[in-house]
């Protein structure tokens, strides 16, 4: 069921940005007073809307209409076939359509199982019909951005959005953004689509179809795709997974040169001990990359260490990176994923440049390349140019409803 959409051009001062802009790319929902509902007239009946309450029936309810039980039985033993009249459940909504007359008939009784449908029981016709209907869904897409002022949940709430949309975000950027320390006057915006039945009445979110979020200086979009597997990931604008924890190595070019295990021969101490890290050889003034974001721990130097850095990831990981011929953080600073925190080099306990990569799961240190941590799917092959493609609409969209 496809519907065609009126686009509504929205028209935005370009000056003012500290205001949640919106774009709506389909008809204003109207907001009229119900006349008519279920294909009836209202004016041409006594109308009474209730909810099913404890204890009521379907017989009881006739019967509280002047249907005596002999006409309630047949009535029941009529419609069963379209209409289990046993399946009613406290507190949905019905709705009777009296004759307007004294004697107020009982001309139809309507009962909603759920906010997309329907029974109909029309008592008009001394064969009573009975019929459910299926109320149509439209799927309308907004987007809304600009300046936060607020929480992600309260600029949900405000611009009338369910608010489970917030969680759903917070879930796609876990690895990425810290929603808790987005700041007041942070850049965002999000394109998604929501269900309303008869076109007007709001019945949540369906879909995130594009967002960014600004935090720390630096955009971040998310867009879901589905690869061949068909499971829906997201990926940025350069189509990177978003669910990447942590970088494979800290060295983009390198070999691995040592593994880690609980016994080798020291190439320095000339005798055997546990090595706790994984060893990358790469030239000396290689950037090492931290691997996640997260707050610098340590940053000094030891005897067997030389200079390295440590860093706390959350309440479960930290990594730590050794013999730096330079290092270029410092205790307690913030450090992004993949930001370069010192160069290689062979200080400490090491026969030639490289650096070790030691990690640390709740306390213990562990092997990395052993670790089963959260990933993406990478893109590959001609799927990156499909993804490109199917995106830079929506980016465009993002980005000018933000005044990027
Ligand atoms: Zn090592």
Known sequence: ??????????????????????????????????????????????????????????????????????????????????????????????????????????????????NLSYYVVDFRDTAVSVYKKTKPITIKRRTIGGVLKESLSETLGNAKIEVALASKITKIYAYSIDFMKLKKGDRYAITFTERFINDTVYDGVEELEASFFEYKGKIIYAFPFAQNSGKIEYYDEQGKTL??????????????SSRFSSSRFHPVQHRWKAHKGTDYAAPRGTPITVTAGGVVEQSGFTAGNGN???????????????????????????????????????????????VCYRFWKNGKQVDALRLKLPTGEPMTGNNKSRFLEKITPLKFQLDSVANL
């Open 243 to 256: 669910k990447n924890f942590f970088l494979k190595s800290p060295i983009k070019f390198s070999r691995i």
């Open 1 to 114: 069921m496809k519907q065609i959409f009126i686009v509504i051009i929205a028209i935005f001062s370009l000056v003012s940005c500290n205001k949640t802009e919106e774009i709506k790319e389909e008809k204003a929902v109207k907001r009229i007073p119900k006349k008519s509902e279920f294909g009836f007239v209202y004016a041409d009946f006594n109308v009474i809307h209730d909810t099913i309450q404890k204890g009521d029936t379907f017989g009881t309810l006739l019967e509280q209409q002047n249907i005596g039980d002999r006409q309630v039985y047949d009535i029941i033993a009529k419609v069963k076939d379209s209409f289990d009249v046993r399946t009613i459940r406290i507190n949905k909504p019905f709705t009777m359509l009296r004759s307007k007359n004294k004697k107020k008939d009982l001309q139809v009784f309507i009962y909603q199982p759920d």
């Open 308 to 354: 390295f850095v440590k860093v706390k990831h959350n309440g479960t990981y930290s990594t730590q990176y050794l013999h730096m011929s330079k290092i270029l953080v410092r205790r307690g600073q913030r450090v992004n994923q993949g930001q370069v925190i010192g160069l290689v080099g062979s200080t400490g306990l090491a026969t030639g440049p490289h």
